[in-house]
């Protein structure tokens, strides 16, 4: 009884996941990342600061991993300007905070590299915190943790307005 029941599921699941493959294959999904879609141009998008610091150099060096960027020969060139602020948040009793929040604003055009054309010029907005610790050491790798989480989520977020850019471009 329990292996009919067993084989009548085992089935049932198969014809399922037949019919969501026979589905998707029919519609013209397309994932972002494929070559031939919108993640095949982010690979030839070259990264440049306009002015460094560190919370700058962890997206620069976060993007160039997420893009696949490996040199300055690229097609398109990606200003940044980045910005941040830290504000802290929760009040120990000795009126101390006990938590920061890092906020990271990233302007950025994205430019023909040939001909210098603006292509997309828009702005982005990341944040993070952290707990402030009594020890210095442990409240400067702390706030270093914090930079970077905000750095990554900045590079996550432009990358996918990126992706939407690319994804919504007509192809030439």
């Given at each position: 009884?329990?292996?009919k029941?067993?084989?009548v599921?085992?089935?049932g699941?198969?014809l399922?996941?037949?019919?969501c493959a026979?589905s998707?294959?029919?519609?013209?999904f397309?994932?972002?990342?494929?070559?031939?879609?919108?993640?095949?141009?982010?690979?030839?998008?070259s990264v440049?600061?306009?002015?460094?610091?560190?919370?700058?150099f962890?997206?620069?060096?976060?993007?160039?991993?997420?893009?696949?960027?490996?040199d300055?020969?690229?097609?398109?060139k990606?200003m940044l300007?980045?910005?941040?602020?830290?504000?802290p948040?929760g009040?120990r009793?000795?009126?101390?905070?006990s938590?920061?929040?890092?906020t990271?604003?990233?302007?950025?055009?994205?430019r023909d590299?040939?001909t210098?054309?603006?292509?997309l010029?828009d702005?982005?907005e990341?944040?993070?915190t952290?707990d402030?610790?009594?020890q210095?050491?442990?409240?400067?790798a702390?706030?270093?943790?914090?930079?970077?989480?905000v750095?990554?989520q900045?590079?996550?977020l432009?990358?996918?307005?990126l992706?939407r850019?690319?994804?919504?471009?007509p192809?030439p």
């Open positions: 009884m329990i292996a029941a067993t084989a599921l085992r089935r699941f198969l399922g996941a037949a019919v026979v998707l294959a029919g519609c013209g397309t994932p972002m990342y494929a070559q031939s879609a919108a993640g095949g141009a982010l690979d030839d998008i440049q600061l306009s002015e460094h610091s560190r919370g700058g962890l997206l620069q060096q976060r993007l160039n991993d997420a893009l696949g960027r490996h300055d020969h690229a097609s398109w990606l300007d980045t910005s941040s602020r830290r504000t948040r009040l009793v000795n009126n101390v905070a938590r920061y929040e890092i990271m604003t990233v302007k950025f055009e994205l590299a040939a210098g054309k603006v292509a010029k702005q982005i990341a944040m993070a952290y402030s610790a009594d210095p050491y442990a409240g400067l702390a706030e270093q943790d914090g930079e970077a989480r750095a990554a900045a590079a996550d432009l990358r996918l307005r992706l850019y690319f994804a919504a471009r192809t």
